[in-house]
Structures are given as C-alpha cells and as structure tokens.
C-alpha cells in the first residue's frame, strides 16, 4: 500500500526566509510525487509533480520540491516565503508501475507566513 | 469546461434522506476520481473511473455510497439514507493521463442535520 507522512502540522516562518514543508512517502514500485495548496473555501490547487528526470522540480509560484530516492522524500522548499503563500499544502504520490492509479494524500501542512 | 466543475457547492439534509452529488470532470479526461475531505485532514479516496468503468470503489465506507459515470463523462455519488458522519466536503478531480495531476472541484460541503 502506497502512503505520504507530512511530519509538520504547521510551519511558520517570517515573510522573507526560506521555508520547506516536509513530505516522505511509501510506494512498492517508482512514485510519481505532488504538491497541492489549498486556500480558505477553495479547491486545491497543482503546485508542481516529479515523473521523471531531473531531482529538483520547479513549479508554480516560486516553489520548488527535491526528490530524493533514498530517504524516500519530496520536501517543498522556496528561497523567500511571502506572506500570500500562507495556506494548507499536501503532498500525494502515485505508484508509477501500474496497479493503482490513485492519489494518495497527506494530511496536510498548515504554512504561515509572518509579516 | 475549462476546470472540474461540482454541484451543488454546499448541500443541507435531513439525516435519513438521500443526496446525489455531480461532477462535471475537463473535457476529454479519462479518469476521474471522488475523494472525501474532512476539516483538517487531506483528502481520503472514494472510488474512481477510468471512462465510465468503475475501476475501483474500495474507498466507499458502507453500501450507501455509489457512484456512477454512465456515458464517461459527467459522474454522480450517491449517497442513500444519510447520517449526519457523512457530513464533510466531497471533492472531485480528473486527470487527463497516467502521469499528469489531478485537477480538482471546488467541492460539494454536504451537512447533515
């Protein structure tokens, strides 16, 4: 059975500093990885995916995330957090060698962005 | 449609009663997947189709959820006899491929009272 920890139930970091939101995750074959973000009363929305290829995956708004094999993990990291980036954010992965072809979702990081 | 469209956006009911909840998924998109989110928590699959099979439904918790997608395009979950621990948001999302995201709803809050 595939499966995501998020550690953090809440992160806060001043507006300005870098921020990383932590996601490790479990899946028998390769994973394919996700970052969402959910705003107050909206859907969640893609951030960014790793499928293949190069470790560190950019995505939208700033945000990038590094896939690491070996520690099994897919952490969200951006280099100068804004105080606009405050919101719920959820890691997924997909087991990439066939069988299921569903998401499985974290719980969730809260991220708060202090002015 | 440009995005994942769901109806309705928040749903009242009397415990006991019945609800049918719609997705409308991107056109073109193969699967489509129901998850339920509770506050707090991230979202817990349901079922999902790829066209109008339903490929898995492990995630329903009893037999008064359903779900069906009969042309392949819009799906409905039914949910029979509603107790108010079904209360949560339902969430809708497809994909258009095996390794590209899921685009979701804004989800249906479903409160039963």
């Known amino acids: 059975a595939q499966s995501v920890a998020q550690p953090e139930d809440q992160v806060n970091v001043a507006e300005g500093n870098p921020l990383t939101v932590k996601c490790t995750y479990s899946v028998s074959g390769n994973p394919y990885l996700f970052w969402y973000v959910q705003y107050p009363n909206r859907g969640l929305q893609f951030l960014l995916k790793y499928i293949t290829g190069d470790n560190l995956v950019k995505g939208s708004y700033g945000f990038e995330a590094e896939f690491n094999k070996s520690q099994t993990s897919f952490h969200l990291k951006k280099p100068s957090a804004l105080v606009s980036d405050s919101a719920l954010y959820f890691c997924a992965v997909r087991d990439a060698s066939g069988g299921s072809y569903i998401p499985t979702f974290g719980r969730g990081t809260s991220l708060i962005v202090h002015p | 449609g440009a995005g994942v469209s769901q109806s309705p956006r928040y749903k009242v009911t009397k415990r006991g009663q019945d609800v049918a909840l719609r997705c409308d998924p991107i056109?073109?998109?193969?699967?489509l997947y129901w998850y339920r989110q509770a506050l707090g928590q991230g979202p817990e699959f349901l079922t999902y189709f790829n066209y109008e099979a339903q490929q898995d439904k492990s995630g329903l918790p009893n037999d008064r959820f359903s779900a069906e997608r009969p042309e392949g395009s819009i799906s409905t979950l039914t949910i029979q006899r509603t107790e108010q621990r079904d209360s949560a948001m339902y969430r809708c999302a497809s994909t258009g491929g095996a390794n590209t995201e899921a685009f979701f709803g804004q989800g249906t809050r479903l409160t039963v009272v």
């Open positions: 056109s073109g998109h193969v699967s």
